[in-house]
Nanobody, 123 residues
Framework: QVQLVESGGGLVQAGGSLRLSCAAS????????MGWFRQAPGKERELVAV????????YYVDSVKGRFTISRDNAKNTVYLQMNGLKPEDTAVYYC????????????????WGQGTQVTVSS
């Protein structure tokens, strides 16, 4: 089992940047594929980005490509989401999640979830 704690959310103006972090504890972090998801009010939780166990492979949904970067540091048991060029439509609670599969995009295949961190982008 792995425990996940997100941090780094906040209020930012449109065009600004934030860096989210997700610290993992428990089982060996490098065993897990990692993903970032987000959920806006009244909407379903959606995938933002995925990174493989080694970090060699990444995936982004179209709406964040070229603006967000997912990365991980297995020595620090941490996964990051660098968010640049933020837009009001990026406003949501952001969650990190761990999957025992290396590289999956479906949220039902994620086994562990953090508590979320709020990102608010003002126009």
């Amino acid at each position: 089992q792995v425990q996940l704690v997100e941090s780094g959310g906040g209020l930012v103006q449109a065009g600004g940047s934030l860096r989210l972090s997700c610290a993992a504890s428990g089982q060996t972090f490098s065993r897990y594929g990692m993903g970032w998801f987000r959920q806006a009010p009244g909407k379903e939780r959606e995938l933002v980005a995925v990174i493989s166990r080694s970090g060699a492979s990444t995936y982004y949904v179209d709406s964040v490509k070229g603006r967000f970067t997912i990365s991980r540091d297995n020595a620090k048991n941490t996964v990051y989401l660098q968010m640049n060029g933020l837009k009001p439509e990026d406003t949501a609670v952001y969650y990190c999640a761990a999957s025992e599969s290396s590289f999956v995009t479906s949220k039902i295949l994620y086994d562990y979830w953090g508590q979320g961190t709020q990102v608010t982008v003002s126009s």
